[in-house]
């Protein structure tokens, strides 16, 4: 009933900038806390930054700084810029979803925990 879609993925060289984008579908009422994970090749999947719904942020420290993470509730969307790319953070990213609200069947159900299909960012030296 929720389904997350990310876009903004790309090749780009070191101290470049992309912007990463991710929508959550459904007939959502409600979702506290979206974020972005990313994993690199044959390393595990690791918290980037994450917002609640009140605009609370939180970062990794490798990119504190770099990295600013927003939101549009009302597009239940969220929103991660990044600046001063570097190599490390070629990863593949991922959106997610946590505490969603949603509307089916004419109540009001929830989820705890939903993912985007991943978006590979690349950089270049």
């Known amino acids: 009933q929720v389904q997350l879609v990310e876009s903004g993925g790309g090749l780009v060289q070191a101290g470049g900038s992309l912007r990463l984008s991710c929508a959550a579908s459904?007939?959502?009422?409600?979702?506290?806390?979206m974020g972005w994970y990313r994993q690199a090749p044959g390393k595990q999947r690791e918290l980037v930054a994450d917002i609640t719904s009140d605009g609370s942020t939180n970062y990794a420290d490798s990119v504190k700084g770099r990295f600013t993470i927003s939101r549009d509730n009302g597009k239940n969307t969220v929103y991660v810029q990044m600046n001063s790319l570097k190599p490390e953070d070629t990863a593949v990213y991922y959106c997610?979803?946590?505490?969603?609200?949603?509307?089916?069947?004419?109540?009001?159900?929830?989820?705890?925990?939903?993912w985007g299909q991943g978006t590979q960012v690349t950089v270049s030296s």
């Open positions: 459904g007939i959502i009422a409600s979702i506290s806390v």
């Open positions: 997610n979803a946590g505490g969603v609200a949603y509307y089916t069947g004419g109540s009001v159900r929830y989820g705890y925990d939903y």
